[in-house]
C-alpha cells in the first residue's frame, strides 16, 4: 500500500528555519517526481516546490524560492524541505505529494497519486 508520512512540523518563530521530511513507502520512490503543498487556514491548497525522480530537477513557487531548498534521498525513500526566514505568511498544513507523470513540477496538482496526511507548520511572531 503506498503511504507518504511529513514530519518535522510544529510551532517556530518567525525568521527560524526548519526542515520537513516525508518518507514514502509501497511504490517505486524513484520512478516518481515529489512535491510539497501547503494549505492554510481559508485558502486553498497551494504549490510550494517539487524535485523530480533522480533529484536533478527542483521547481519553486516565487513566495518562496530564494528561501527554501527540496531535495531526496531515493536510497531511504526521503524527500525534504528546508526553508529560511519563515513568516507568518508560511503558516499552514504541509503535504507532501508523489506524481508518477511529474506534472507536479509545473505546480500542478491535478495529476498527483497519492498525498501524505499532512503536517502543521505555524508561524508565530
Known amino acids: 500500500q503506498e503511504q507518504l508520512v511529513e514530519s518535522g512540523g510544529g510551532l517556530v518563530q518567525a525568521g527560524a528555519s526548519l526542515r520537513l521530511s516525508c518518507a514514502a513507502s509501497g511504490l517505486t520512490f524513484s520512478n516518481y517526481a515529489m512535491g510539497w503543498f501547503r494549505q492554510a487556514p481559508g485558502k486553498e491548497r497551494e504549490f510550494v516546490g517539487a524535485?523530480?525522480?533522480?533529484?536533478?530537477?527542483?521547481h519553486y513557487a516565487a513566495s518562496v524560492k530564494e528561501r527554501s531548498t527540496i531535495s531526496r534521498d531515493n536510497a531511504k525513500n526521503m524527500v525534504y524541505l528546508h526553508m529560511n526566514s519563515l513568516n507568518i505568511e508560511d503558516t499552514g498544513i504541509y503535504y507532501c505529494a508523489a506524481d508518477l507523470r511529474s506534472r507536479i513540477l509545473r505546480g500542478d496538482r491535478d495529476y498527483v497519486d497519492y498525498w501524505g496526511q499532512g503536517t502543521q507548520v505555524t508561524v508565530s511572531s
Open positions: 524535485i523530480n525522480g533522480n533529484g536533478r530537477v527542483t
